[in-house]
């Protein structure tokens, strides 16, 4: 971003009166300035003889779903702030406009103006979505903040997003999503075989290479899946997310670490049409708010997975287990193949995968490094 271009977020964001706080706090900003007075030395309405736009969203979410549902709020709400209440998002759940997957299209075509969603639904368009969520054994939710801020992943996802008239953020990242929850302890690799297990997308093609069946459910079939016997293990989220759907009634065995989405990033898209009418200030505060949705996401997952978990253990007797190395080295090899060759598939995947793979290559030794050993010395020192 350039000078010009920072001062004028700045700008927006001291004109919010502190967007991030006031929002992660949940309580209503405080006037950030005086109002101004008319002719008559009266308070006016900073809205009056100034034009209040107005924008639609979809998203792929149920209306106030914990987490996911809450992060394009967020997004509306920081533009409100910023904007002095002359920008409006109204956000509309999956299918009170269109249909969860919907979104994107009616974006493109500019039915509406904006959509949340996760970017791998679009792989049906092209592959090179997919690495703008999660990709198996790919980024951590900062790894992948890194390489779209300041390792070219965000021009190439313009580039991507061009094609489709969409211009698109990160606007939430849901961090580290566990392994999924199992019906029988999961020993080694061989227990793989002949399983029937949610989980849709490029994790589940990795299933597949070890044997078992991928089975792409909605989040509202999986409970009464596992009920019926139809499938034998499912991944979701995470403990705050999971617990609510109370998976832990019909799969007691609770394992990670989660190779499929070790950091799914959420994508608020924009047409590219009604981004390019905006002023630098108004794209400024859009592009803001975005990182403001995308922060406090990853804040209220990391807080509210970890209540969860407690509330599992404790109320539940339910204990995490850890795949085996054996079982990861396995996962590692399968999930390498599935991505190499989903990333050769047609040009522009080619250059998002080459990118995303230095980049992924780059940040493993300073992660491994850092997070990596430091948690493994916390955990010794301090126990449990």
């Known amino acids: 971003m350039k000078r ?13 009166g502190g967007v991030a706080g006031v929002l992660a706090s949940g309580k209503k900003p405080a006037q950030a300035q005086q ?81 949340h969603a996760a970017e791998y639904y679009w792989q049906g368009k092209s592959k090179a979505f997919a690495f703008f969520t999660a990709v198996p054994m790919g980024m951590t939710a900062a790894e992948i903040m890194a390489w779209t801020e300041f390792g070219g992943g965000q021009e190439l996802w313009d580039e991507l997003s061009a094609g489709y008239n969409i211009k698109a953020f990160h606007a939430g990242n849901t961090g580290h999503q566990t392994g999924g929850w199992f019906k029988k302890k999961m020993n080694s690799i061989e227990d793989f075989k002949g399983l029937n297990m949610r989980m849709p997308g490029l994790g589940g093609e990795v299933l597949k290479r070890l044997g078992a069946s991928a089975v792409p459910l909605p989040g509202g079939e999986i409970y009464q899946s596992l009920q019926s016997g139809n499938i034998d293990a499912t991944e979701w989220v995470g403990p705050w997310n999971d617990y609510a759907f109370g998976f832990y009634r019909e799969a007691p065995y609770y394992y990670a670490p989660g190779f499929h989405e070790p950091g799914a990033a959420l ?27 995308n922060d406090s996401s990853i804040a209220e997952y990391t807080y509210e997975n970890a209540r969860a978990l407690k509330t599992l253990k404790e109320q539940h007797g339910i204990e995490p287990q850890f795949f085996s190395d054996d079982i990861i080295r396995a996962i590692a090899k399968a999930s390498e193949e599935v991505v190499a060759e989903v990333g050769n598939e047609d040009a522009i995947t080619r250059k998002v995968y080459a990118s995303y793979k230095a980049a992924r290559d780059s940040y493993r030794g300073w992660t491994e490094m850092s997070d990596g050993r430091y948690i493994r010395a916390r955990q010794e020192g301090l126990g449990g």
Request: charged share 20%; proline share 4%; hydrophobic share 45%.
């Open 4 to 16: 010009r271009d920072i001062l004028l977020a700045g700008a927006a964001l001291a004109t919010g």
């Open 35 to 115: 109002a101004p007075k008319n002719a008559n030395n009266q308070i006016a309405s900073p809205n009056i003889n100034r034009g209040i736009k107005q924008f639609q969203m979809a998203t792929s979410w149920p209306k106030d779903f914990p987490g996911l549902g809450i992060m394009p709020v967020r997004f509306a709400e920081a533009v409100r702030v910023m904007s002095e209440g002359l920008i409006e998002v109204k956000v509309a759940a999956a299918g009170e406009i269109v249909g969860a997957l919907e979104c994107f299209n009616a974006t493109s075509r500019g039915g509406v103006d904006m959509y």
């Open 267 to 293: 994508a608020l898209g924009i047409n590219l049409d009604v981004w390019n009418s905006l002023s630098r200030s108004e794209q400024a505060m859009m592009e803001y708010a975005c990182k403001s949705a």
